[in-house]
């Protein structure tokens, strides 16, 4: 079955410490894959996108994440976090068929 | 222009009840796809709508449906109400083009006691 793996449920990190984030998809084919974050009373959004090409991409807020085919991961990664990144990060992928597969998230917390 | 607007906001239901929730997607945007959130369940995919055609529907039971209308505005409608359908449900839309890049609501907050 079509999943995404999202490798830690909470993390807790001081203010200037790097992140990374996993995310591991389960499916063969050509996957269109994006990651979204949700702040706290806010709406889910969109923080960067990969369909082809170059497989580092950029995103809003200093965000990358890396397409490794092989691996089927696409890590977020953000050099520096700030107090205001914290939120909930879900990873998802879409394969067509009108339907997306989230993960089941992971809360980050920074501390100030 | 305005985002994904959802009604209600918030919803308090007995068991047994019915429910229906309202979406409304970004002008020009024809795809709508709900999901439902729950602590550690991430989003689990309800239903997608095209042009008031049901193109794909996830794992629930058929006590969950959903309908599009003409103007892209869809409902979804939970009957029989049960403890377990307590979540957040989600509406997001798309622009076909967009390779189902997807703008999200704020969602509804159903609990059920």
């Known amino acids: 079955a079509q999943s995404v793996s999202q490798h830690n449920h909470h993390v807790i990190l001081s203010e200037a410490a790097s992140l990374e984030l996993g995310c591991n998809y389960s499916?063969?084919?050509?996957?269109?894959l994006f990651w979204y974050v949700q702040y706290p009373g806010q709406h889910l959004q969109l923080l960067l996108k990969y369909f082809s090409g170059d497989p580092l991409v950029k995103g809003i807020k200093g965000f990358e994440a890396e397409f490794i085919k092989s691996k089927f991961s696409f890590n977020l990664r953000k050099p520096s976090v700030q107090w205001s990144d914290t939120a909930e990060y879900f990873c998802a992928f879409y394969t067509g068929g009108f339907k997306t597969i989230f993960g089941a998230g992971t809360r980050l917390f920074v501390k100030a | 222009k305005a985002g994904v607007t959802q009604t209600p906001r918030y919803l308090i239901k007995t068991r047994g009840q019915q429910v229906t929730l309202s979406c409304s997607p970004i002008s020009g945007h024809r795809s709508v796809s709900w999901y439902q959130q729950t602590p550690g369940q991430g989003l689990q995919f309800l239903f997608e709508y095209f042009s008031e055609t049901q193109r794909n529907k996830g794992n629930f039971p058929g006590r969950f449906s959903g309908r599009q209308f003409s103007n892209s505005r869809s409902e979804m409608n939970v009957s029989t109400l049960e403890l377990g359908d307590s979540a957040l449900y989600l509406c997001a839309s798309s622009l076909e083009a967009q390779e189902h890049e997807q703008y999200f609501g704020p969602g509804t907050r159903l609990t059920v006691t």
């Open positions: 499916y063969g084919g050509t996957v269109n």
